[in-house]
Every structure is written in structure tokens, then in C-alpha cells.
């Protein structure tokens, strides 16, 4: 990873962490990263689309990894995300750039590319798809037990994830959220009690990957990363047109949890998504999980790749 160059960027009054790789005159692709992931989730993709003769920067969002918390972490909102991506990419003067998100980096991409749509070239989402903003009802019909119901509450995750240091609770969520079930907790547990101690890492999901997280969250805390995105989901933003006519891929793990939450299925399936992103491609990927980008780097690489060589003027 020496290859990729560390910078913060003052942009909204915070210092912003980014991660960069690629020669400046070149295509931008920027990198929206979820949780609990930070930028080192695109380590694989960087390094690739830069090999390609692309311009890779990954920033780590206010409140995560390296970058500055906000003064009230209690009050972020996806639009404070969006607005600083706007001001990043302002103050390294790109004016167009392709995105790519996950997890609730979609959830970005989805904001930036409805608000911003002279500024996108194209977009590619993972784990998550295209939702344009509106109030998200994921906990509909599901158990209280429910990890994002839990860390909804104020206090209460925070008093979860404070028994153990940052790497283990990095190590459990992506335990977690590997895994295909909905993580839901029984009444008399806590979500991380969900995960033994005894219960291996994936196998794509090495021991100097959990301490590059471990570290990065050792940093930031989790103050920010529960108020985005699971204390956020009820924003309203408003949007008048919704749709968004750029190129765009969605890589699908068919074992993505994901998947299982209420109505997700059906928006991808019913032509909902279709209908938002008439340029979308969809992309299944049998053996994917939640994170696939890390877990099938080889596989997604080639589709970024084609994705950018199909709508990029990059020779």
C-alpha cells in the first residue's frame, strides 16, 4: 500500500482524510466507502483503476478514520456527507468524476447524483443500491432485536461496543454482516454478543486488515459512524426529480444480507430501481457477500474496470 499517498483536505471547517493513488490529469474515480469500513476498504479497487491510468481517491467520511469528528456528531446527516463531497471535490478542482459507494457510501452516491448530476460521469453501488433520499423504513416487521433498530437507539450501541476495544468490535460487525441472516439479537443479548470470541474472521478478511481497522476506529471512535448511517435513515431531503440518467452499475452479491431487509427485493426486482436509473446495469456475483469488494477484489476490479473503460474517454 506505499504506493497510495495520504492528504487532508480542509473542506465545511473539518480536515478531511484522503487516500490517493493515479496521475492528476487523469479520469477521477472516488471511492464512498460504508461501515464499519473507512478508506483502506478500497484498497484493492485503488490500486487497479490507478494501474489502469485512472485517478483512485478514497476519502475517510467526518467523524471516521483520520478525518476530523464534527463539532456535533449527534446531528450529522447524509447531506453533511454529500456537502462535503461536493466541497473535496471543489477544493482539488475535479469537476466530474465517477463515484462508487458502499454499503452507505451508496447512500451518498445516491444524494450527490440526484443534487449534483453535472458532476458525475457515472456510478457503480455495492451492497446497497441507488435510493433516492426519503425515509427509510428497514425495521418494518422485524424484531426489536434487529442490529439497526439496536444501534438506533441512543447510547445503547455505544454502551455495546464500549466493553470491548475497536478491533473486536470491527471483527464482529464484519463477522456480522458477512454472513447471509439478518443479524438480530434474542431479547437477553446485546448485537455483539451475537459473535463468540471463539468465531474465525472470513477467510478473505485478514489479521492485518482487522488491525488497520482496528487502529483507524481506535482513532475516530464510533460517536459519528452510528449517527451515519443508522441514526440518520429518517432524513428527508427535498428532491424534486429523483432520477438520475448517467451510467451505472450495481454489483449484487446474491449472499448479501442485505438483500433480506423489507422491500429491498422487490425495488430491485419490480423495475422500481429501473425506472429511477434507466442507465443501470445490474451484476450478480453468486458468492458475494456484503462486503464484495474485499472478498472477490479479482471479480469486481474487472467490472469497475470495464464499467470505466465503457464510459470514460480515458484511451
Do not use: C
Request: charged share 20%; net charge negative.
Amino acid at each position: 500500500m506505499e504506493e497510495i499517498e495520504h492528504k487532508y483536505i480542509e473542506v465545511n471547517g473539518l480536515k478531511l482524510h484522503i487516500a490517493e493513488i493515479g496521475s492528476g490529469s487523469s479520469p477521477v474515480v472516488v471511492f464512498l466507502h460504508g461501515f464499519p469500513e473507512i478508506w483502506y476498504s478500497w484498497r484493492y479497487q485503488m490500486l487497479a483503476v490507478a494501474k489502469a491510468g485512472y485517478r483512485a481517491i478514497a476519502p475517510d467520511f467526518r467523524g471516521y478514520g483520520l478525518s476530523d469528528q464534527p463539532t456535533q456528531p449527534e446531528k450529522t446527516t447524509f447531506l453533511d456527507l454529500t456537502n462535503d463531497l461536493l466541497a473535496l471535490l471543489d477544493a482539488l478542482n475535479i469537476s466530474k468524476v465517477f463515484l462508487i459507494g458502499k454499503d452507505f457510501g451508496s447512500f451518498v452516491v445516491s444524494y450527490f447524483s440526484i443534487l449534483h448530476k453535472e458532476r458525475v460521469s457515472g456510478f457503480i453501488v455495492m451492497g446497497v443500491p441507488f435510493l433516492p433520499p426519503k425515509p427509510l423504513e428497514f425495521k418494518q416487521g422485524l424484531p426489536e432485536g434487529f442490529y439497526i433498530s439496536r444501534f438506533g437507539v441512543p447510547g445503547r450501541a455505544e454502551a455495546d461496543f464500549g466493553r470491548l476495544d475497536a478491533k473486536t468490535v470491527v471483527r464482529n460487525v464484519y463477522i456480522l454482516f458477512s454472513r447471509s441472516e439478518l443479524p438480530i439479537a434474542n431479547e437477553d443479548q446485546e448485537i455483539m454478543d451475537i459473535v463468540q470470541p471463539s468465531t474465525p474472521l472470513p477467510l478473505w478478511f485478514s489479521e492485518e486488515d482487522l488491525t488497520a481497522y482496528g487502529a483507524l476506529y481506535e482513532n475516530s471512535g464510533f460517536q459519528t459512524a452510528l449517527q451515519v448511517p443508522y441514526r440518520s435513515l429518517h432524513e428527508q431531503v427535498n428532491i424534486t426529480d429523483p432520477t438520475v440518467h448517467v451510467p451505472a452499475l450495481f454489483i449484487k452479491g446474491e449472499k448479501d444480507y442485505f438483500l433480506k431487509f423489507p422491500g429491498i427485493e422487490d425495488y430491485i426486482s419490480s423495475g422500481v430501481l429501473k425506472s429511477l436509473v434507466p442507465n443501470l446495469q445490474i451484476v450478480n456475483l453468486p458468492e458475494g457477500t456484503h462486503f464484495v469488494q474485499e472478498q472477490l477484489p479479482n471479480e469486481v476490479n474487472q467490472l469497475v474496470l470495464e464499467f470505466l473503460s465503457k464510459n470514460s474517454k480515458l484511451q
